[in-house]
């Protein structure tokens, strides 16, 4: 704190004479300086500053100005640095004042009033008008308000006369002046080097002697921004839910959704959309681009219920509304999606998805097929164990407060046809192709016991996409190749295995044919005399 004013009370008293002032040793009066009374007990003029706004995520002194208009500020006193532990604080004659002056207009003046609250924690308060609390809240809603507090000590103090003390405040009129009332005023000395040789002669004792003053201290305090918002915890079907105040608004409430839960969106392709890229039809290339849409859920009744409590406390309806458009309100989106192999899941910022707490989220996923493959059927899954497309929206409310919102991207699965069918981009192909061999062995064509059992044509038929793909084999070519195409629609709908080939071997012999399905999980097929034994049906 600074010294701002020193008015002299007695001078030339002894000690015994000095009452409830406490003696200093500054020639100066600096408040960092320690006090003691005539009996030796120690004590300190305090320093101040802003009592902690909040501790972690928890309310601590937080500056206020409610409805009502009732302004309430906290400060916290602390020891000058070097102060000995013994010391204790003086405070009694605290009071202060603020200043905030907006940005256009003129600077106002408000008497706070000071009441200690716990330990060193100061709380000031004072009642505003209504033309004070539209500048008080246009002030304090800037990061840096132009506002001060300003605390004032005045200390009833005791400063021994020396020559020291003369020589360092002869220039202050007051204390000049009740220094010369040695002499009863009659006389005029231009020195304090003159006034100290008579002092000495008129007084010999003089330096046992003490000069009281009220010294009044000052500190200035930045008012610190109030938050933007105040946060209030309500309870619906016993369960806690976080509402915050706007603190320029009073009447003002925002409200979180319960979840941002996904949803199909009939026929709006530029809400939700599915697309494939498979280059070369190579399926270990293809490419998924999925855009979704999470819509924001909230429980209406909930909502109206904190609505009614609030106006229970605050006297008047709120206004609910959500933080869309909201500053200082920061919003992340975090999902876990699949890795490019699909065997686990990661969490990942989702920094480009666009979150609105209106209506929801919408974003855009780019996988390998593999790994959006994982991603759709979890999309209809109900195992709890599967964290797959799950996530969270973590909110940061003015720096101050943290959240968080569940993401359900969970479908039915009676809902699994529809929704593809409703999202995929018609004009894409959805096709892929695989190369398969197949290769008879020479025993296949041989002669056996019975040579109208002997296979003279072999055929793999293969059924895709509405067309056939066949291999034809026979003794002058046991060796055959085709490409089948194949779509990606079999694969995610149909759960259709991409590693299996479903085919169906037609065996030709000399006076019969049979048909008889088989499957290969290898695009290298060998045909075994075996194989031509066992299929017998009709074709």
Request: hydrophobic residues 35%; charged residues 20%; aromatic residues 10%.
């Amino acid at each position: 704190m600074n010294i701002i004013e020193i008015r002299p009370k007695d001078s030339f008293i002894e000690e015994h004479e000095l009452g409830p002032a406490l003696i200093t040793t500054d020639t100066n009066f600096s408040s960092a300086e320690p006090l003691r009374t005539k009996d030796g007990k120690l004590c300190y003029i305090p320093q101040f500053r802003n009592a902690q706004q909040n501790a972690g995520n928890e309310e601590a002194f937080t500056t206020v100005l409610d409805a009502s208009g009732r302004l309430t500020l906290y400060l916290q006193s602390y020891a000058p640095v070097g102060t000995r532990a013994e010391a204790e604080r003086y405070a009694s004659s605290l009071s202060a004042q603020l200043t905030a002056t907006p940005t256009s207009g003129s600077a106002i003046t408000i008497a706070l009033s000071v009441n200690s609250v716990e330990g060193d924690i100061w709380k000031l308060s004072a009642q505003l008008s209504a033309s004070q609390q539209t500048i008080m809240r246009s002030v304090v809603a800037e990061s840096n308000p132009n506002a001060q507090i300003i605390v004032t000590v005045t200390v009833l103090e005791a400063i021994q006369l020396t020559q020291d003390f003369v020589n360092d405040n002869w220039r202050n009129p007051e204390i000049k002046k009740a220094l010369l009332n040695l002499f009863g005023g009659q006389i005029t000395l231009e020195s304090p080097g003159s006034f100290w040789g008579l002092a000495t002669q008129a007084h010999p004792n003089i330096n046992q002697t003490y000069l009281t003053a009220e010294c009044t201290y000052e500190a200035s305090v930045n008012v610190p921004p109030i938050p933007g918002f105040k946060q209030w915890t309500l309870t619906w079907n016993n369960r806690n839910y976080s509402y915050y105040q706007d603190n320029l608004n009073v009447k003002r409430f925002y409200y979180l959704p319960d979840k941002f839960q996904i949803l199909k969106t009939e026929n709006k392709p530029d809400i939700s959309l599915l697309e494939f890229d498979i280059p070369n039809g190579d399926l270990t290339s293809a490419q998924a681009t999925f855009r979704y849409f999470a819509q924001a859920s909230t429980q209406a009744e909930r909502v109206r219920n904190a609505a009614q409590k609030i106006q229970a406390k605050l006297g008047q309806m709120p206004d609910m509304t959500t933080f869309q458009g909201v500053p200082h309100v920061a919003a992340q989106l975090t999902l876990f999606l699949p890795t490019s192999d699909a065997n686990a899941s990661t969490p990942t910022q989702r920094t480009e998805a666009s979150i609105d707490f209106s209506t929801g989220i919408r974003d855009e996923i780019n996988l390998k097929f593999k790994a959006f493959q994982a991603l759709w059927n979890a999309i209809f899954t109900d195992a709890q164990e599967q964290r797959i497309f799950t996530g969270y929206v973590d909110l940061d409310i003015d720096g101050r407060y943290k959240e968080s919102i569940p993401f359900d991207g969970r479908l039915p699965a009676a809902e699994e046809k529809a929704y593809y069918y409703e999202i995929l981009d018609a004009g894409i192909d959805t096709t892929y192709s695989r190369h398969v061999s197949a290769l008879a062995l020479n025993s296949v064509f041989e002669a056996s016991g019975n040579s109208s059992q002997q296979a003279v044509i072999v055929q793999l038929i293969f059924s895709t996409e509405g067309s056939n793909n066949t291999i034809t084999l026979k003794k002058s070519a046991m060796e055959g190749h085709v490409t089948i195409q194949r779509s990606l629609t079999n694969l995610l709908i149909e759960k259709e295995d991409a590693g299996i080939f479903k085919y169906l071997l037609k065996v030709t012999r000399a006076n019969s044919r049979s048909c008889c399905p088989r499957e290969s999980d290898s695009t290298d097929i060998i045909i075994i005399p075996a194989d031509i034994h066992s299929c017998k049906d009709n074709c």
